[in-house]
Structure formats: C-alpha cells, structure tokens
C-alpha cells in the first residue's frame, strides 16, 4: 500500500539534524520560489480592487475580479500538460520542472506588467495626496482589457503552483518535506505582505502603473530562485500509442472534450464563489443565456444555498470525468486515460483499502481553520477597535504564523510526518477553545493575543504538516497532478462550508433571542459586561444572545477539527512505519 522503496529503520533525527535542513540549498531556494508563488495572487484582486475603487468603478465591477482566483482552485484540469509536456529548448537546459516554472514567471512579469500599462490614468491623488483632487471617470473599455490581463496572470500563477509542487516534492526527500513546506510557506507569506502593502504604498507616491511594473520587477526574485534551483529527479510518463483512427474523428473527439472540460470548469467555478457569472459566459452557447442568474438566487437562498453550490461543484466534477474517461481506442482518449485516470488509478492501487480514508482525511483536516472566515467580524462584535485588531493580526499574527510554520517543519524533521499531522489536527480545536474565551473576556486586548498566537501557530503547524504529507503521496511521473487534485480536495470543502459561517452565527443568535437554547445562554450570566456592548445598543439584544450564537460557531468548527482528528489517527493506525523513511515519491 504505501510508496516506500525500503522499511528499514530510519535513522534517529537529533534537534539540530531537524534545524539543519532549514540552511539547504533547496530550502533557501523554495523560500524564492514560495515568494515567487504567492506575489501574483494578491495583487489580481485585493490590491488592484483599492485601484479600481479610485477610479470610481461600482462595487459589482470589483467583486469580479474576485472570480480569477478561482483558477488556483480548478488547476487540477490542466495539472496534467504540466506533468506530460516537455518545453523545447528549456527542457534541455532546466528539466521538466524548472523550464515550466521559468516560462510562466515570464508570462506573469509580461502580465503584471501589462496590467500597468493598460490602467486608466487617474488624476485625484491617492491616499495621502493632494486632498480635493478631481477624478475623471474611468475608461471602462480598459477595464475589459484588464480583466483579460488578470486571467491570464492568473492561470499562468496557478501554473507556477503546479510546477513549483512538483519540483518540491521531486527534489527533496520525504523526511525534508515539512522543511520544504514550511520554506514555500514563509515565502509566501512575506510575498503577500509586499504585495498588499508596497503597491499601496508606491501608488501614493509615483502612481498605480509605476507601482505595479515594480512589482512585475520583484517577480524577478522567482526566475532566480529558478535559476538557482537544483535539477529534480524526475520519471517521463510512458508515451502515447499510434494514431488509430481518422484525423476528422481525432479533431472531433479533442473538440468535444475541451468542451466538455471548460464547461465543467465553469460549474466547479461558479459553485466555488457563488456567483453565476462562469455559467453566464457558457450558457450563451448553449442557449441557456437566462438561466445563469436563476442560480445565484439558490445559492444565496437559505438554508439550503451552500448544499446547492455543493451541488454545482460536484456537477462540474462529473462533467470532467465524464470528459475525460477514455472512451475510445484513440490518441485523445489515451491522453485523458494517462493524464487524469491513471494518476487517480495509481494512487488508490499503491493505497488500496486506506486510499478513501486518506482522501477523506484530506477533506476535513483543515476545515476547521477555514471556516473562521468571519474572526475579523466577531472581533468587532465583541468590542475591540479597529486599530487594536489591525496591531493584533498584520503584525504580530504574521509572527506568530511565521512561527508556527517553522515549527511545523522541525516538527516533521524531527519526528516524521504521522506524528506531526496528529499534533496539527490536535492543536486546531484549541483555537476554538481561546475564541470561546473572549465570548467571556468581551474586548481584553491580552485574550485577544492570545488567540492570535494559538490560531496562527496551529493553522501553521497543521498547515505545514498536511503539505508534507500530501506530498508524500505522489508518484514519480504524475507528481504534478496528484499533488494539484490532493491540494484542491482539501480547499473545495473549507471554501463551500465558510460561506455558512455567518449563517450558523446569525440562526443560533436569533434563536437564542427568541428564547429557545436556555441551557446555552445560562453559560454567560457572568460575562464581562462589556462583551457586544455596541451590538446590545444597536440591536436591543441581549449580549447574552450573541454570545450563545458565536459559542455555536465555535462548537460546531472545534467539533469538525475532532473529527479530523479522528481521521488522522485511523490513518496513522493504518500506516506502516515505513512510510517515514521513503527518500522520494514512487515512481509510477
């Protein structure tokens, strides 16, 4: 079942053996490369949105873009060219990996720095400029220019995602992985502190083109990582047979696939973010183009609106594999066999019996953490300022999630992956449980940094501890698409389930308003009184109610972390010590 070439006993790792790996060649280069990852992300909607917001564009136009992210979610459907195709030229001078990674940080500087040359000229000053300044209205056929732009970015960076997984898995062995893991990860994290804050910054001073041709620029720190980078060990995926059949039927059958994938990328798109408008760009061809809006109004109904973009994700899966299941003796068909049907059939036959459990604990492991998408709001509820929260979360919760990152990875040097993924899934709940507290604290600035620093360092340590072993799953020869269908199967759940978040909040405090859950409320006759004390005010609720609809919350996202929990462990009982000491992915 496992991917181990050999089960001798691995030998005994000392503390500084675990904090050595972190000063490698391959980690300081996989903390360029995790920088790299991330500085695309950001700044294709959160930090472009505070520009369009100064050139006046309404708020439905920004929330658009919100939608090209989606790409990171969906990257599983072209994984595979990422896996099979060889760039000419730069295949012989960087490997498969390498020369994948250098050509899309080429189409994302072109990208970011297209978008800034193609952004309306504003005239008003940005913040900290020249107050009363005149804005001119937006040249909105830019805006579609720009929107293509930030696509196309998009899909290059969620490339980039494949190649850089790929590489890190195949260049480092198993027992360095949380290393690798927690290296991506800090580079991320600081990417996304320079992209939030310099192009703000910048903007203010020399404008939003200059400000985003510099960051085209600081993309360069990612082609030398890349340059810098160490060759993988990588197997070639055995080659297609002889064409079989007519070249109409072949063209025919790549056609209809195609086909058949976008349109399921849509659906698995529109589920993903609630909002119609993938389906809208498909049921026009179709003649469908009314029935696209008809789906925003089941997603938003309630209660049922997430179990319906449930439904639309899992229709779009359906009409991938349907895409892609090998129904012919032909080239296409044995294309999709290779590409999507053999990595899902080689890891369920190296995994047989355990393959459904592993998959399962995939999905639930971190939707404890995903599902307190709504902390900024609770925070204001309970009653700390504006300026408390910021100094709590931008700084010191970067730190302290710097840390637990790094902690995350000693802790799988030193002690191997099993263990670290139960410590990970233990940790979790325990946010819930310090969240729970400020119900009773109401607005004490220490409880509160107290709950940033258990969040973040247990978002970081089972962050850093699921990665490691997500990558220990692959197989040589389909790395890149194991690895991109294992990441998107442990976001899709947390992405769908945090837009009930508010909901399970807002339900529980209504219901305790209205005098049902006694037993609950009876917990907070003793509350700091300045608990919710605005909300009392502007609500005329009891604080007592909203503090029973939060403790709901947190019962309901720490009962999902046991359950993960639960998971771990049966997949650690079921998983042979071995497993610790593979030096790298098994060769499909």
Request: hydrophobic share 55%.
């Amino acid at each position: 079942m496992s991917n181990v070439s050999s089960t001798a006993a691995a030998p005994k790792r000392t503390t500084w053996d675990a904090l050595a790996v972190f000063l490698e060649r391959r980690s300081l280069v996989m903390l360029m490369l995790g920088f790299a990852a991330g500085l695309p992300n950001l700044l294709l909607y959160d930090t472009i949105s505070a520009w369009m917001r100064q050139a006046k564009l309404p708020l439905d136009v920004i929330t658009l873009f919100s939608l090209v992210t989606i790409t990171y979610a969906i990257k599983f459907l072209w994984a595979p060219i990422v896996d099979r195709v060889r760039i000419p030229v730069l295949y012989q001078l960087f490997g498969k990996r390498r020369s994948w990674m250098l050509l899309v940080q080429i189409g994302i500087v072109f990208g970011i720095w297209a978008i800034a040359i193609n952004m309306p000229t504003v005239s008003a000053a940005v913040a900290g400029g020249v107050e009363g300044a005149v804005q001119p209205d937006p040249d909105i056929s830019l805006i579609g220019v720009v929107a293509v732009l930030a696509v196309m970015t998009a899909v290059f960076g969620a490339t980039q995602d494949i190649a850089i997984d790929a590489w890190r898995i195949e260049v480092a062995a198993v027992e360095r992985q949380g290393v690798m893991a927690a290296a991506y990860q800090w580079g991320y994290r600081l990417a996304v502190v320079v992209s939030g804050a310099a192009p703000l910054f910048l903007a203010s001073r020399i404008g939003w083109t200059a400000a985003y041709a510099a960051m085209a620029i600081v993309m360069g720190i990612g082609i030398l990582g890349v340059l810098l980078a160490p060759r993988e060990r990588s197997v070639e995926p055995k080659p297609f047979p002889p064409a079989t059949t007519p070249l109409w039927m072949e063209a025919t059958e790549w056609i209809v696939r195609i086909a058949l994938l976008a349109f399921g990328a849509c659906f698995i798109g529109a589920g993903l973010s609630g909002k119609p408008e993938p389906l809208s760009f498909m049921f026009p061809w179709i003649g469908l183009a009314d029935a696209a809006p008809s789906f925003a109004e089941f997603w938003t109904s309630k209660p049922w609106g997430a179990m319906w973009q449930v439904f639309a994700v899992a229709v779009g899966l359906a009409i991938v594999a349907f895409a892609t299941y090998p129904m012919f003796k032909s080239r296409p068909s044995a294309y999709f066999a290779g590409t999507l049907k053999e990595p899902l059939e080689d890891f369920f036959k190296r995994y047989s019996g355990t393959g459904a459990l592993i998959l399962a604990m995939i999905c639930v492991y971190r939707i404890a953490d995903f599902v307190l998408n709504l902390m900024t709001a609770f925070y204001v509820d309970v009653g700390f300022s504006l300026d408390e929260i910021a100094g709590a979360r931008k700084l010191f919760g970067v730190l302290m999630s710097m840390a637990g990152i790094g902690f995350g990875g000693w802790l799988v040097a030193r002690f191997g992956l099993m263990r670290s993924l139960v410590v990970g899934a233990i940790v979790q709940p325990l946010s819930n449980i310090a969240f729970g507290g400020l119900v009773f604290t109401g607005p004490w600035l220490p409880g509160l940094y107290i709950c940033i620093a258990i969040d973040n360092v247990s978002a970081g340590i089972a962050g850093t501890a699921l990665i490691a072993y997500m990558s220990s799953l692959t197989s040589l020869g389909f790395t890149a698409t194991q690895y991109a269908l294992f990441s998107s199967l442990y976001a899709l759940p947390g992405k769908i389930l945090a837009a009930v978040s508010g909901r399970i909040v807002e339900g529980a405090t209504a219901a305790a308003a209205a005098g049902e859950s006694e037993w609950l409320r009876g917990w907070f006759i003793n509350m700091s009184p300045t608990a919710f004390a605005h909300l009392v005010q502007e609500r005329g609720i009891p604080a007592e109610s909203f503090a029973a609809g939060y403790m709901t919350f947190f019962i309901y996202s720490g009962v999902i972390g046991v359950g993960a929990l639960i998971f771990a462990l049966a997949v650690m009982r079921r998983s042979p010590p071995a497993a610790e000491n593979s030096e790298a992915p098994a060769p499909a």
